[in-house]
């Protein structure tokens, strides 16, 4: 990426996101970024466009995102997307794909992954997602009239949400969707503002969550664990997965996302991993207009031979990656939609732009998505590693690219993202113990870490710890 994106030269410094949508993020390796993220950033530069014509064009280009761009901006007329409108409803029980997909079933007996490069398999029932995706999903979720009233209060304060804006070519680009984003309490607030750096910034619209949403996160935190128990109990054998905590999940921030219209929509992602931990749950409720989610594997890119297995769902073999081919599923009002463990570090997503929708009585052409996440104490800036001559909090990455180290986490500098600053070399393999929560991070480094803080933003964290 660094091929694509200057990094050297900073005009402003726009407001940061604070979890993703944000292509420089949660990618892989440390020296190389990928065609999804270059894609993400064509499409959020050429919203209109859909992703197979970018991908097609960026490979006619050698992979080059500015050629790419700039033959889009001269060349190409605008044209809606096509091919993404809301399929008719179908469960794959129904075309006898496999011969069990009942949860109880034994691993050996489920369906293999049915999609392949290229075809996008749709998903409406439960069943079939949890079967074949890391998610699940609890349709009619809230009693109808508390869906509809948490929504009409969200399209209220959405009116003053932003986009996300992050930098290309010395330009500021803005994510194709506007986002709020809540914390608990006034305390949370302060530090979310003065003592979280996100892409090398600090985030100035923070919120407290409303009482509605409180009260949502309740019932969501409630339906997560029990979701989470029963994916234990039908999935990973009976174990919770590693670096997961053992405690019930506790919710304590929302980020809430207003897609205005068919054509907003956000790329090809993995959610940032850097404040949440390691294989992060995330509980997602969806309002308003129904929009395709996708779903998609991540895969090695040196696998192209090799029998590939997961560690929690070895059942589910690829033996190359044309296997690794989209699956939508389809998030109506009032569904909740349960990341699980093993959704972010194996899988992205994304919500693709839509030729048409079905307008909602209240929300009329607006979705609103709500991912309620646990922020945890062990991931707070202060308690991760810092490189010593940026004085940045570091981000953490999961490998996914190449097969060797292949799903292992590593911290490395983010300073790359400060106006005025490069990146340094930092990079450190990440250790955690079987919970998740962070080892290794000594005294002597805490001290490093508040060496050489020049930054005028970050000089404010020093000001705060
Ligand atoms: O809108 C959605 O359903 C997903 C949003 C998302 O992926 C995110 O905010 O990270
Ligand atoms: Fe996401």
Known sequence: MDAFVTRKKRK??????????????????????????????????????DQET????????????????????TRLPKKPSTGNTVAAQSSLRS???????????PPSKRAKVLSRKGATLHLYDPVDISEHTPCTIIHNFLPAEEANSLLKELLEESKSFDKITFKLFDNVVSSPH????????????????HEYVYNGSRMTDVRTLTPQLERVKARVQEAVNQEIQERIRTRYGGEKLKYQSPKPWTPNAAFVNCYNGPQENVGWHSD???????????????????REFRVRRILPQDDTTTTHTTNNDPNITNTNPDLAGQIALHLPHNSLLVMHADMQEEWKHSVSPAQAIDPHPVAG???INITYRHYRAGFH??????????????????????????????????AGNVPGKEACEFFRWAEFDGDGEPVGVGEGELEGRLEGVEQENVNQEKETQ
């Open 95 to 105: 075309f006898a794909v496999s011969s069990a997909s009942s949860d109880s079933a």
């Open 381 to 414: 800036p202060r308690n991760t590693p810092r490189c010593r001559p940026c004085g940045v909090p570091a981000v953490l990455r999961v490998v996914t690219k190449k097969r060797e180290n292949w799903g292992r986490y590593f911290w490395m500098c983010h």
């Open 178 to 193: 506007t986002s709020g984003f809540y914390v608990g309490s006034y305390k949370e607030l302060q530090e979310q503002k």
């Open 365 to 367: 052409n607006r979705r």
């Open 54 to 73: 970018l991908l097609d064009i960026l490979l006619a280009h050698d992979g080059n995102v500015e050629a790419t761009s700039q033959t889009l901006k």
């Open 272 to 290: 940032q991993l850097t404040y949440l931990g390691p294989r992060p749950i995330i509980g997602s409720l969806s309002l308003g207009v129904t």
């Open 12 to 49: 402003c410094s726009p407001p940061p996101s604070p979890q993703v949508a944000q292509p420089l993020d949660t990618d892989g390796d440390a020296h190389e970024e990928s065609t999804d993220v270059k894609l993400a950033i064509l499409s959020s530069l050429h919203p209109t466009i």
